[in-house]
């Protein structure tokens, strides 16, 4: 008989706390005590308690949250970064209209703020889980916490992915989705929010624990779930499914196994799976990578014990401790008595004498926990240098470059995971969520920088120079009278400089907003304009946040030297293969984007008549 989801779930909840991984012969790990380790050590807590067999407290002394902070710092990604680019020519105006449609879904739905979470996770943990749902017709993109998500510890997409998550009985009477009668028949069987391990999180008791179950599981069960006829094969057809179901111990047991009340709240089909795993560096074999956190196990142990042997030095260096050859005391443990604040009385004549209980070897502790320190900067890739810390020894503007380099080139990785990791989404979720919202008419504003109002400018102003003039020119020839063409008061001739001065003109009060519409004659939606445009094909460009300003000042201000040392004289092939070359590989400015200046400054004028296909015409390169 085919396990209920209830049991799956079970049983993979007790495989993940308490099962290991086998990645070798000498390596076995625990998952979830990878991650319960991760979170009390980024919160300076010992997983031992905080004191020790005496009573005493335990210093944490926390050396993870830096090196998590620069993990942060330096692999962070920005959404004014991310950008369609064309796949040809004549895709030029339509990948641009594409980016504001995207950077419109991403300022709508935060895609900033989730972008930050999602960086804080990699860069504590090595991976993350994100998820993407459809709401009321939008895209909401979240980040799962690892401690409340059961995957297969050794392959993301082996078993079906389950999410832990609480909900308030009015919070599930709102949910109309889910079947209100089982819903009813839970809230009475309600229970204290619990842990993985079924410690209660809090001293509430109207929260409910459900469990969230996506994958490809068998048509049988899923017939099943619903209370349909199961057929002959069905448990060998596998189907996208959801479930949402929860469980309550009624504190029985039947076959040496405890019996549950199983309570299924919602099942359905789906047409894709909403979590994807995501890495910095992938570890084969793992589906949690190794964060700045984990790498920094052996090292933040060592330096708390370091710490405590060098408190409990000066803790005992503090004090006046005195010995006795009075018999009375023989036996005693002198430190217990300190730690305890006993009273020591002695029979007359007896000596009583100073103990000497100065600092043994300070510096040795000193220089044992400077060793794990260096060694925690050199496997995080954290040194000083990365850290804003000053040298010792004062370095020359060129050697710190180049060390500056070295330090950030494991980051530099880790970013082009990123961004690869994010384009998937990008072309997994939100570009077709992105073809389904455009069959409509509505304006679009955005706001752009300056590169990108040098793009729509140069393809929109010139032709909007040509409407304009031919509307005016349209309107004074049709309200002519015949003695003004005596008289010889004729439409001026087109000028182009004037004519697009005029419409930069207009441009200027709107800063760096522009507003796009699908059609000036609402004849058209969005979805038309984007018919003969092939998705697949365009690139997705997503650029890293930090960057060295000085370099990048130092490079402009080079070209701009270069540029000028022309002095107009246009350059020569091998002149221009090298400067564009230059350009490419600093990432600094695209050679495309010059080219696309000095097209739009250059390029003749015709005088046409006014076009009519709205952002199609307009835009049309």
Known sequence: MEDSIHEIVREAIQNYTQGTTKLGKYVEKSMYETVERIDAYLNSKFMDGDKDSLGRDKPFFNIVTAATNIWYRA?????????????????????????????????????GVFLNQWGRALAKYGSAVVKFVEKDGDLIPSVISWNRFIPDPVDFDALPRIEKFYKTSAQLRK??????????????????????????????????????????????????????????????????????????????????????????????????????????????????????????????????????????????????????????FVGRNVLSAIETGDIMVHEINKPLTLINNAGHDIASVQGFLNIWKILGQEISNTPDLIRGITQAQPVTYGLGQIMNQNSNSLFEIMVENKVLALENMLRTYVIPHLKKKLDTKEEIVATLDDAGIAQIDSMYVPKEAVKKYNRRTALKVLTMKPEDVIKGSTPSPFTQDMEEAAVKKDLASMGNVRSFKPDELDKQSWKEVFKNLKWDNLKVEISNENSDKIAVMTLLNDALKTVASFAGRPMTPDERLIFNKILSESSVISPIQLSTASSASSSPMPTASPPTGGVREALQV
């Open 75 to 111: 692999t962070d990604l920005d959404r004014k970064h991310i950008k369609i680019l064309p796949d040809k020519g004549s895709s030029v105006a339509l990948a641009f209209l594409a980016t504001v449609h995207l950077q419109r879904w991403m300022d709508s739905n935060k895609f």
């Open 175 to 328: 949910i109309k989705d889910y079947n209100q009668e089982i819903v009813k028949s839970l809230i009475d069987a309600v229970q204290t929010r619990r842990t993985l391990e079924g410690q209660n999180k809090d001293n509430f008791s109207n929260f409910i624990e459900l469990y969230e179950v996506h994958g490809e599981l068998s048509l049988s069960l899923y017939k099943k779930t619903k209370g349909l006829e199961i057929n002959d094969g069905d448990e060998t057809k596998y189907i996208q499914q959801m479930h949402v179901v929860s469980y309550v111990g009624t504190g029985k047991t039947e076959n040496g196994k405890a019996v549950y009340d199983d309570f299924t709240l919602f099942c359905g089909r789906e047409t894709k799976d909403p979590y994807m795993i995501t890495h910095l560096i992938e570890e084969d074999g793992q589906t949690l990578s190794i964060g700045s956190v984990e790498y920094l196990f052996d090292p933040q142990w060592m330096q708390n014990h370091t710490v405590k042997q060098w408190k409990d030095q000066l803790d005992l260096a503090s004090r006046l401790i005195f010995q006795t050859a009075d018999g009375n």
